[in-house]
């Protein structure tokens, strides 16, 4: 195709991206450095016969005129990402001198907002990854054994939890584990401990919301292992059998190792996908316990104080870590396209 | 068909049969219930006194005269004018899924077409895009919407969601019309078509299974998205996810969650019927990135 065909081809949906996705990146690292224009502070010395006295009012034109001409706010550099609300560089150190011992210094740091978040992030993402992984693995494994009329329905009760918008599959599950509600009750009738509130601790309420983005996003797993498994050679299962492998081993061995390409990239698409974690927080009302990045975005945006320069900042620092996350993808990417060549 | 000698033990086969049950249940199991409960009032739904209330509704005979109740989804409905959220998501949907096939069809079988160097960078710029969470972007959408006086209406939330769209659908039809074989348009250039004539009169006919697909999973996006419909939405023109978290926002009074939970069902069933008629495109659409990638 000539460059210039494609030109024309490629130009809308180019131009969508560019101004909606390329620009608005560049617009949030630009206003992180900035912060909103504080207002114009006048002192006024007035002198009395009885003494002078200094007064301090604002000035509201110069404000104005102020805010109207650089729109963008004061410049402050890096200043933002290392306030109290992001990366608290200072209030960090001063933990890390004062605290003893380790567990001190991270229950100090887990007073501070981005590190609060950051922990509650990254355990979401590395323990409900590995754990949908293994359940879709075995959904798979035990739907491929099933007759092909029952295996449609399977999938189609499976494929529910998946596709439902995350906040209304999240607010189903938080109206069940409320205390009032059915499996609120029966975890309270089992723990024996009728005033057991899963809202109340942090631990439960991570493991709430872990459990959640399991129930949700195994199905997805499920149904690219299940469609793996249909490619899976059946020459080699049964020298594996003739050879004597149990049907552990033949799993462990023959079948797993099959799959692996395809358990790389639900890995790879699943971390990206949970260290956004927004939705089930909102849905669980679980900010008290639990807050991520994508939350603290949200939190600062909304309200009656918009708080863009703070939002920005976080958009940055996040941007940054689905960057570290992905990185892996893009080497893979790359030498894919290399060896093709 | 499995062999003899591949046939499992009685004892796995059932270890197996059960699991199925019990993942189907954990599956479809809260559906059930929400929506059973939906029709019940917010007493008999979230029982103090007892668990079963929720099925057999006892306070609701009692309020009611009858086991179930449209009352949860008459005050979602009409008196706090959820049906207005539903013809703003209907419009949103429609839109979205209309324009991001048009500009994505276009742009993703000019990608599948030029052998050039710089279609791989166009791909691995939009693979970065996607994998950006939509809610750092809004940050950057406020201050110009704001200026410009775009914020709060549909058509801007439209644009912005088909934008965002964009890099997902690109790879989905790129991938999908690299299976459609080159000779066919190209024949049709040495016939005389122009590039254009050729993708109108060659691949148009033959690229609806894919266009469907990708168009099952920008729907799919429009639907459930929460972070930017809530954030550039005015009050007046909430979509349905944005409207019940602002059912959540107006405390818990009673009757409000019951709102709630009938709004919520409503929203779910769209998305059932969805999966009903077009499961195999979806777990092709599922699978289709796994096997190229």
Not at chain 1, 91 to 108: I, P, R, Y
Request: some cysteine; hydrophobic content about 50%.
């Amino acid at each position: 195709m000539k460059h210039r065909t494609f030109f024309w081809f490629f130009l809308p949906t180019g131009l969508a991206m560019l101004l909606f996705i390329a620009l608005p990146i560049v617009s949030v690292a630009i206003q992180s450095v900035f912060t909103p224009h504080g207002a114009v502070i006048e002192t006024v010395k007035t002198c009395t016969p009885f003494g002078c006295k200094e007064e301090t009012t604002i000035n509201q034109d110069a404000t104005r005129e102020l805010r109207e001409s650089q729109p963008l706010g004061r410049f402050v550099g890096t200043g933002i990402y290392f306030d109290r609300g992001h990366l608290a560089v200072q209030e960090v150190g001063e933990a890390w001198q004062t605290s003893q011992g380790l567990g001190d210094f991270a229950a100090k740091l887990g007073n501070l907002p981005f590190y609060r978040a950051m922990a509650f992030t990254l355990t979401f993402t590395f323990v409900a990854t590995p754990m949908l992984i293994v359940l879709g693995l075995f959904i798979a494994l035990a739907v491929n054994t099933l007759s092909q009329r029952i295996k449609g329905l399977v999938i189609f009760f499976s494929l529910l939890p998946f596709t439902v918008t995350p906040l209304i599959g999240s607010l189903i599950l938080f109206w069940m584990i409320d205390s009032r509600g059915i499996l609120g009750t029966a975890i309270q009738w089992m723990a024996d401990d009728p005033g057991l509130s899963l809202k109340a601790s942090t631990s439960l309420t991570w493991i709430m919301l872990i459990v959640y983005q399991v129930w949700h996003a195994a199905p997805f797993a499920f149904v690219v292992f299940y469609a793996g498994l249909q490619t899976l050679p059946q020459d080699q299962l049964e020298s594996a059998q003739i050879d004597g492998a149990t049907r552990w081993q033949q799993v462990r061995y023959v079948v797993v190792p099959h799959l692996m390409p395809l358990v790389t990239f639900v890995a790879l698409i699943m971390l990206m996908d949970n260290f956004r974690v927004f939705e089930p927080i909102v849905g669980f009302n679980a900010s008290a316990h639990a807050t991520s990045l994508s939350w603290i975005i949200f939190n600062d945006l909304g309200g009656e104080t918009r708080q863009l320069s703070a939002a920005s900042a976080t958009s940055v620092l996040t941007i940054i870590g689905v960057a570290i996350l992905l990185s892996p993808v893009l080497v893979r990417t790359w030498r894919d396209f290399r060896s093709k060549k | 068909m499995v062999s003899r000698a591949r046939r499992a033990p009685a004892s796995l086969r059932f270890a197996t049969s059960a699991f199925v049950v019990i993942w189907i249940v954990i599956a479809a199991f809260p559906f059930l219930w929400t929506l059973w409960g939906s029709f019940k009032v917010e007493l008999d739904f979230f029982s103090i006194a007892d668990w079963t209330n929720a099925l057999t509704g006892p306070k609701t005979l009692d309020t009611y005269g009858s086991r179930f109740t449209l009352a949860g989804y008459e005050g979602a409905w009409l008196k706090e004018e959820f049906w207005r959220s539903a013809i703003n998501t209907v419009i949103v949907c429609f839109f979205v899924v209309i324009t991001s096939l048009t500009i994505g069809t276009l742009g993703g079988y000019a990608l599948s077409r030029s052998g050039y160097r710089y279609t791989f960078w166009l791909l691995i710029a939009a693979l970065i895009f996607r994998a950006m969470p939509p809610i750092t972007l809004v940050a950057g959408y406020l201050l110009p919407f704001f200026e410009w006086n775009l914020w709060g209406r549909l058509s801007t939330t439209v644009i912005v969601l088909v934008a965002i769209n964009q890099p997902f659908t690109l790879w989905m039809l790129h991938s999908f019309f690299q299976s459609i074989p080159k000779e066919l348009d190209e024949s049709a250039k040495v016939d005389g078509c122009t590039q254009f004539q050729a993708f109108r009169n060659v691949i148009i006919p033959v690229m609806w299974p894919g266009v469907i697909t990708t168009g099952l999973f920008s729907f799919l996006l429009a639907y459930n998205d929460f972070a930017v419909t809530s954030m550039l939405l005015s009050d007046d023109n909430r979509t349905m996810v944005p409207k019940i978290a602002a059912f959540l926002g107006t405390t818990y009074t009673e009757g409000n969650v019951m709102f709630a939970v009938s709004a919520a069902i409503s929203a779910t069933v769209p998305l059932f019927i969805l999966v009903m008629f077009f499961q195999r495109q979806i777990v092709s659409g599922l699978t289709a990135g796994a096997v190229k990638g």
